[in-house]
């Protein structure tokens, strides 16, 4: 009987024993973003601009934006060390510019924002270029940076900031027309802790017609720009991580020929399909098309519309987009924005003396009432407000030159842009999701 | 004669690499505290040193292993000591339960390598952890004491309870839910042979030891010891469990006599273990399943020993296929203890390479105030104890710069921990550029990943913590030195007071100094105000100290007297009942 219980019991135990599984992981409580998921396209406690350039024939100025009253400190690395240190402080309603101290040459700067989330735009203007665009918040695994060339006369370079305590090290992945570029120059770049390094990709990959580069972190982090140089104008944009969709509220201007170059890290290609908005808010072609995995696909977006006009570009996979626009005398270049929004913070626009032109995009199918507050270094902010019909674009011209920044609300989701143009020479910007 | 012999010689086999080299620091085999008083201070009712401190109670085995040191003097050796006595306590004990349980020399042997090599505590053993080896040296001793000869008077009860508590306890302090085993045994060899005694007895024993679970018991309560920490999941290889589970059920099947019931007591309890070291999908924490890789550990050596003499149990007048099943169960014992011999030519107890040897970089960089704490984050088999979880799932913990056994258990999260972890939560996301200024606050000058970690991929982007080039504590792993001044302690001027556990010390100065620990009243002396998550006391006296939980010194204090008490007691009748024979 003893026999009998005790098998009993010893086999009943062993076999619910044998039928536990391993306890599984622990539950994440929130769930929580990673670096590699943290979105890169809104406004953050910091911003790293790569470039701008001074010298006795040209300026740069940082536009400094905040979501709410914040100080920020504007560092200017070089050599290593941060050579120069401005420190100021936004409230409500203001947006704080700030001249490029450093006598002369390209420099790399960081800002760091104190209390709140902020963004920074960089213009430069003088004689031969008008460029900017917005500085980067956010750090993706890799770094799309599609639309460069390096025809006959252009020089094109990609700038890679480590303004970090590490020194990083970094592939680039490099599409031309003539397929994926390969090369020991493209491999195991070391960009040292604080430091920039140039690649004049010129030199390395001459007489390309149409040049795309990804940025591969293998140790460390990086913060590239791309600079095309046509010996015109010059056009600066930064890099951006992945995303579905883009839009491009300022793609397009009357005089400006563009392109839309989309790049695809992945080794599935990606269908995308482009649909354009122009003020007149008629129903204007679409094109659809396939990124080859990995690769990278221009598609020109002349004559869609006769005047400014903006651009959606939405895949089935993830990629990185650039609208290049160009006429004789200038060249332009940005990135899109990966998200609508029902706020912006668009830092840059006064600086430009002749006058800049915001542009509001609504993709969507009802209606929006937006709100654009232009905000200067002394609080004096003016509010105007503009209906933008379904399926169109909007632009607002703004001419105050101490406008350091706007601040866009609007009823329903939109995306915001702005150009500007000086003497045939010509610049696209983003804007920063806010709110 | 022979016997002793073999047993001495196969403890020497097995911990020669522990008694010639010393041992790893791994799992939760930390080095000793350098002052084993102070860590007895503290764990009367003082300043849980884990994470970023607690009022908590620290687990038992942390005040066994101090008084314990005290006594012996030294770190390393009282470490070693501890570890080979307490491994050939468990193979004299088991030897000394079998032998009372009427069992062959051959079983005595066999059973007793089986208990301290077998699969469960080598699965201890590989965890790295040690408190798991600890335990063997008290609980067969318990159990023999369970199986003894019933006493004629009251002393001799006296006596018998005595030496079953103090073995409980001498096992429980370092597996605190291996108190519940005695009580289990008494019940199950009550009913195999039918006589009361044993479950009065082993249910005594388990009684008597619980105070020295004081107060982490009462601190932690029942339901949290049952449920917290990660378990265990033990998955033994098909060559430990078939000849096991061929063994026992064969014993059980054709033995006579003793034999089948020691083959049977030992399936109950080794399968009752078994089952409780696998139950984490159910709910049940580290601790639990610990007691039930201890409980398997000795179920297999019973069902071995009870296996090995089932053919002399049989006698003559039995049939052939008895007697080869008798004789199968003999084989696959001397199978399973020829395999707990698996871990014998490294010669230390299945215990993994020394892991965290590296981390001495924090006394050799330490400014003169003391190491700072260092934040190490990776994969969890590779942090030294327990560690935290990010709601990610990232682990992470804290040490106190030199690293010690105090600190292997956490306490509960606190204010502080809650704060750390929404800022490495920040971090992680990409939001913080200077984690150092943020990390700063929490005394923390170093950040260390002992493997892939999402906190180490983020300090690739950030700008106030320097790499330390060539350092590293693991495989893809880094080092990351703080470059603002991150102390423990520091004074409205910005002085850093040293951290001398469990006290902070320091220049007497005016003013207040910020103690970065998790926020209590009982900081002192003087007027004690909450800073955020932490404390600031007057820096008038030169130190800072934790008052101390009164109730909790009492019961630390109302432990160590019974014990006494039960070596005292055990002692005395242990002379007068030399001649105990089995029951």
């Keep these: ?435 | 004669m022979i016997t002793t012999v073999l047993g001495v010689a196969l403890v020497l086999v097995l911990t020669r690499s522990i008694i010639a080299e010393g041992l790893p620091a791994t799992g939760y085999l930390l080095p000793l505290a350098e002052s084993a008083w102070d860590t007895l201070r503290a764990y009367a009712g003082g300043w849980h040193p884990g994470g970023l401190g607690s009022p908590e109670p620290m687990h038992p085995s942390v005040g066994a292993t101090a008084a314990i040191q005290l006594l012996l003097g030294g770190r390393g050796g009282a470490a070693g000591i501890l570890t080979v006595g307490a491994v050939a306590a468990g193979v004299a004990g088991m030897v000394a339960l079998i032998r009372r349980l009427g069992l062959s020399r051959g079983a005595c042997l066999v059973a007793g390598t089986v208990f301290v090599a077998g699969f469960p505590v080598l699965w201890l053993g590989a965890e790295g952890y040690w408190p798991g080896l600890l335990a063997l040296g008290g609980l067969p001793w318990s159990l023999a004491g369970v199986v003894g000869r019933d006493p004629e008077n009251v002393r001799g009860w006296t006596g018998r309870l005595a030496r079953v508590g103090l073995a409980t306890a001498a096992s429980a302090v370092f597996v605190p839910l291996s108190i519940v085993i005695p009580a289990l045994f008494g019940l199950v060899w009550a009913s195999v042979t039918r006589r009361g005694c044993p479950l009065v007895v082993g249910a005594a024993g388990s009684v008597l030891a619980l105070p020295v679970l004081m107060p982490w018991l009462s601190g932690r309560g029942v339901a949290g010891v049952l449920g917290s920490g990660a378990p265990f999941h033990p998955d033994p290889s098909w060559w430990a469990a078939v000849p096991l589970l061929v063994a026992g059920t064969a014993a059980m099947v054709v033995a006579r006599g003793r034999p089948v019931s020691v083959a049977v007591t030992g399936a109950v309890i080794g399968s009752v273990g078994f089952f409780v070291a696998r139950a984490g999908s159910m709910g049940a924490g580290q601790e639990t399943t610990v007691a039930g890789l201890i409980a398997t550990a000795a179920g297999a050596a019973l069902v071995v020993a009870g296996a090995l003499d089932a053919p002399a149990s049989l006698g003559i007048d039995v049939s052939l296929p008895r007697t080869a099943a008798a004789y199968a169960a003999m084989v696959a014992a001397i199978v399973v203890g020829v395999t707990s011999l698996i871990a014998a030519p490294a010669g230390r107890m299945g215990l993994p390479d020394d892991r965290f040897g590296a981390f001495a970089f924090a006394s050799s960089r330490a400014e003169s105030h003391g190491p700072d704490r260092v934040l190490l984050t990776g994969p969890p088999e590779t942090l030294p104890g327990q560690h935290r979880l990010l709601p990610d799932g990232t682990p992470y913990r804290l040490i106190g710069g030199v690293l010690d056994y105090p600190q292997a258990w956490l306490p509960e999260a606190r204010l502080g921990d809650a704060a750390l972890e929404e800022t490495l939560v920040g971090l992680i996301a990409g939001q913080e550029l200077r984690p150092g200024e943020l990390l700063a606050r929490f005394g923390i000058r170093w950040v260390a990943a002992t493997g892939p970690s999402p906190i180490a991929d983020a300090m690739s982007a950030q700008l106030d913590m320097r790499p330390l080039a060539g350092l590293f504590v693991g495989e893809s792993g880094g080092v990351w030195e703080n470059d603002v001044p991150a102390y423990r302690a520091m004074t409205d001027r910005g002085v850093a007071w040293s951290w001398v556990a469990p006290d902070y010390e320091g220049r007497q100065a005016g003013g207040s100094v910020r103690i970065a620990e998790n926020a209590d009243h009982r900081w002192g002396p003087g007027a004690w105000q909450q800073d955020g998550w932490a404390n600031r006391v007057p820096t008038e006296a030169g130190v800072a100290t934790f008052g101390g939980v009164g109730s909790y010194r009492f019961q630390a204090r109302a432990a160590g007297v019974v014990v006494i008490l039960l070596a005292g007691l055990s002692l005395v009748r242990a002379r007068r009942e030399a001649g105990d024979g089995p029951a």
Excluded: K
């Design chain 1, 1 to 435: 009987m003893t026999r009998i219980l005790g098998l009993a019991v010893a086999a009943v135990a062993v076999l619910f024993a044998t039928m536990q599984p391993a306890p599984g992981p622990p539950v994440p409580a929130v769930e929580a973003i990673s670096r590699a998921e943290a979105p890169t396209v809104g406004a953050s406690h910091f911003a790293h601009c790569p470039w701008s350039r001074s010298d006795s024939l040209r300026n740069s100025s940082y536009s400094v934006m905040g979501e709410g009253p914040t100080g920020f400190d504007l560092s200017f690395l070089e050599g290593g060390e941060v050579e120069d240190r401005v420190s100021g402080r936004i409230d409500t309603d203001t947006a704080a510019r700030v001249e490029n101290p450093r006598p002369v040459g390209a420099s790399s700067a960081m800002v760091e924002f104190s209390t709140s989330v902020g963004s920074v735009g960089v213009v430069t203007v003088g004689e031969g270029l008008l460029a900017g665009d917005l500085c980067s918040g956010g750090i993706p695994d890799s770094w799309h940076l599609p639309g460069g060339s390096t025809l006959e006369g252009e020089s094109l370079v990609l700038r890679l900031f480590n303004p970090f305590t590490a020194d990083a090290r970094v592939d680039l992945w490099a599409f031309s027309e003539l397929g994926i570029e390969a090369g020991e120059t493209l491999e195991g770049l070391t960009v040292p802790a604080r430091r920039t390094r140039v690649v004049a990709l010129e030199e390395i990959l001459p007489r390309r017609e149409s040049l795309s580069i990804i940025v591969r972190p293998v140790a460390g982090s990086v913060i590239p720009v791309m600079l095309l140089d046509t010996g015109a104008d010059v056009a600066v944009w930064p890099g951006t991580g992945a995303g579905d969709g883009w839009e491009f509220p300022a793609a397009g201007a009357v005089g400006l020929r563009s392109d839309l170059v989309l790049t695809n890290e992945a080794s599935i290609p990606v269908n995308f399909l482009i649909e354009a908005f122009d003020e007149s808010g008629a129903q204007l072609p679409t094109q659809v098309g396939r990124i080859e995995g990995p690769g990278q696909v221009r598609v020109s977006l002349e004559g869609l519309s006769s005047s400014g006009f903006g651009v959606r570009v939405t895949g089935d996979g993830p990629f990185g987009a650039a609208v290049v626009a160009r006429s004789e005398t200038g060249i332009a270049a940005t990135v899109g924005a990966q998200t609508t929004a029902t706020g912006w913070l668009v830092p840059g626009p006064g600086v430009v003396p002749s006058g800049s032109r915001l542009r509001l995009l609504n993709a969507g199918v009802t209606e929006l009432t937006a709100t654009y507050r232009t905000l200067t270094p002394e609080g004096r902010t003016r509010a105007n407000v503009i209906e933008i019909p379904p399926n169109s674009v909007r632009t607002v011209h703004i001419a105050a030159s101490e406008v350091a920044g706007l601040r866009v609300t609007a009823r329903g989701p939109l995306t915001v842009g702005w150009l500007a143009t000086v003497s045939g020479r010509a610049m696209f910007s983003g804007a920063i999701p806010s709110g």
